[in-house]
C-alpha cells in the first residue's frame, strides 16, 4: 500500500512540475505579448502626435495669414477712394500745377500695393 502511495505521490508531484512549467511559460508568453502591445501603442502614440503637428502648424499658418493679410473688402474701399480721387481729378481737369498731387497718389497708390504683396509673401 506504501508503495501504491509512493507512486501515486510520485504522478502528482509529476504533474505538478507539468503544470509548473506550463504556467511559467504561459506567463512569459504573457510577458512578450504586453511588451508587444505597449511597443505598438507607443507607435501609434507618436503617429498621432506628429499628425496633430502638422495640423497645428497648419492652423498657424492660417492664423498668420489672418493677422497679417489685408481683408478684400478693406483694400477695395481703399482702392475704390483712389479710383474716386483720380476720377474727380479727371473731373477738375487736371493743369501742370497739379502734377505733384498726381504723382503723390499714384506714389500711394503704388506703396499700397507693394504693400500688400509683402504682407501676402510674408504670410507664406
Do not use: C
Amino acid at each position: 500500500m506504501n508503495e501504491e502511495i509512493a507512486a501515486l505521490q510520485k504522478i502528482m508531484d509529476e504533474r505538478d512540475r507539468r503544470y509548473e512549467d506550463r504556467f511559467k511559460a504561459m506567463d512569459e508568453k504573457t510577458s512578450l505579448a504586453l511588451t508587444a502591445s505597449e511597443k505598438a501603442v507607443t507607435k501609434a502614440e507618436l503617429a498621432t502626435e506628429k499628425r496633430f503637428d502638422s495640423v497645428n502648424e497648419f492652423r498657424d499658418t492660417l492664423r498668420d495669414q489672418a493677422a497679417t493679410l489685408m481683408p478684400r473688402n478693406e483694400s477695395e474701399a481703399k482702392f475704390a477712394a483712389i479710383n474716386e480721387k483720380f476720377e474727380d481729378m479727371k473731373k477738375a481737369g487736371t493743369t501742370q500745377h497739379n502734377w505733384g498731387i498726381n504723382t503723390a497718389i499714384s506714389v500711394l497708390a503704388l506703396l499700397i500695393a507693394l504693400a500688400a504683396l509683402m504682407l501676402r509673401g510674408f504670410g507664406k
